[in-house]
């Protein structure tokens, strides 16, 4: 369920004194207790041990839930602002390397589910809906956009036409290779593997192996063969 009010003008002072007091202090076992105890009157919900290490922003974290056992590594970015209905969760034991930026934008919801892996240096932006499942691994790099620019008429700057956001899917148990960019309105199904370097900008089906820009499907995970990838 999203968030459904206004964080108030004192709500949005604390945030920032919380986070202006405790961001920047040293990740020890002192630094994380401080970090847990203040960080929950400001989170929409924040579950039991969870680790967050110093260089870490939130925007508008009442809208930002966090599971158990969840690990936020230094340089992390995560902006939930701009309205009254996004959502980014985390669930239990996700775990985020460094320098991640999630960007949810407008209306969005952004869900990571258990266990999954998201490498140093992704992005993942609305304002598309975009799902996660649970045990993915998303490798350094990657770049997942639910939004799509609208250029359909040369007379009027690309900027002023609006974007489609379609939502994207990656099912559970999905391995993402360095480098790898997911586009608006894409379905990866479970089980599936999308090489390093890869554009997905059509659905791949459940336990395939897709390569190249754009990603086509080279193999199935179920029968081991070879797929005509002209098909």
């Not at 041990?49 to 995560?78: D, H, M, W």
């Amino acid at each position: 369920m999203k968030p459904q009010h206004y964080p108030t003008k004192w709500k949005k002072i604390q945030e920032t004194l919380i986070f202006n007091l405790l961001r920047g202090m040293p990740t020890s076992f002192l630094g994380n207790k401080l970090r847990n105890s203040m960080y929950r009157h400001i989170f929409y919900s924040m579950g039991k041990t969870v680790c967050i290490q110093y260089g870490v922003e939130f925007i508008a974290p009442s809208c930002i839930k966090l599971g158990n056992n969840v690990r936020i590594c230094r340089g992390v970015n995560i902006d939930a602002s701009g309205h009254i209905n996004n959502l980014i969760y985390l669930a239990d034991e996700v775990i985020f390397s460094y320098g991640i930026d999630i960007q949810a934008l407008i209306n969005t919801s952004i869900h990571i589910g258990e266990r999954t892996f998201i490498g140093p240096y992704v992005t993942i932006a609305g304002p598309g809906d975009i799902s996660i499942g649970k045990n993915c691994l998303i490798a350094a790099h990657s770049g997942i956009f639910a939004n799509n620019h609208i250029y359909a008429d040369p007379t009027k700057p690309i900027g002023s036409q609006g974007v489609t956001c379609q939502g994207i899917t990656i099912e559970d148990d999905c391995w993402l290779g360095s480098g790898v960019k997911v586009l608006d309105g894409v379905t990866i199904g479970h089980g599936s593997v999308i090489g390093a370097g890869s554009v997905v900008t059509k659905n791949i089906p459940p336990f395939s192996i897709a390569v190249g820009v754009p990603a086509k499907v080279i193999k199935s995970r179920n029968k081991k063969e070879i797929v005509n990838s002209a098909e």
